[in-house]
């Protein structure tokens, strides 16, 4: 069953294991749309059904995907264990460290390729949607300790909606699945802060 709490990966092999542009799909896909199986996965990602296949039981060794009810002979469905994945922004260990790093550079690269797909297609939205949507940002002055308050701040904010995701019930007519984003990183340290 999808832990709403998320999943931490910390173990190196596992993060290597998600660090990988088609994995990382399949896990989002399956979030979104799941549960299906290989040859679903096949159809929503362009790859072909060993490759997904593959991609799934490696998601399934490190505890990112397992199998469904519902499947007959070889067509077995595939569920996402956690609607959330949360890798480390830190850690002390050098090999977590290289690693989480290396999946938070697919994961923005995800990111930004499907923002860049909906730039593209917003034309195709009612006006209601495009009207809805943004793609800005802020540059604010903010002490470490502001920083980490406003995006407690925004993590409420969205609390009331996430339930949605496991509730189809609970969706209001006319909803749709929308991604929102929120990245925050230092863009200019402060004059004189020493090195970690």
């Known amino acids: 069953m999808t832990d709403p709490k998320g999943i931490r990966l910390t173990d190196p092999q596992a993060l290597r294991a998600y660090a990988h542009p088609t994995r990382m799909a399949l896990v989002g896909l399956l979030r979104a749309e799941g549960p299906f199986t290989a040859t679903r996965a096949a159809e929503l990602t362009g790859e ?18 397992e199998e469904a009810e519902g499947g007959r002979g070889r067509e077995k469905p595939w569920r996402a264990t956690a609607q959330f994945t949360d890798v480390p922004g830190t850690h002390e260990d050098p090999a977590v460290a290289e690693a989480a790093t290396a999946t938070l550079r697919v994961m923005l690269q995800s990111y930004f390729e499907r923002a860049a797909r909906a730039v593209e297609t917003r ?49 209001p007519e006319g909803a ?21």
């Open 48 to 65: 072909s059904v060993a490759s997904c296949s593959y991609h799934l039981r490696m998601l399934a060794k490190y505890g990112l995907v």
């Open 176 to 196: 749709g699945l929308v991604q929102l984003l929120h990245i925050a990183y230092l863009y200019r340290r402060p004059e004189g802060e020493p090195d970690a």
């Open 123 to 171: 034309h195709q939205l009612p006006p209601a949607w495009r009207d809805g949507e943004q793609f800005g940002d802020a540059l604010l002055y903010v002490t470490p300790e502001e920083l980490a308050a406003l995006s407690e701040q925004i993590e409420a904010l969205l609390t009331p909606y996430s339930d949605r995701m496991r509730h189809p019930e609970r969706r």
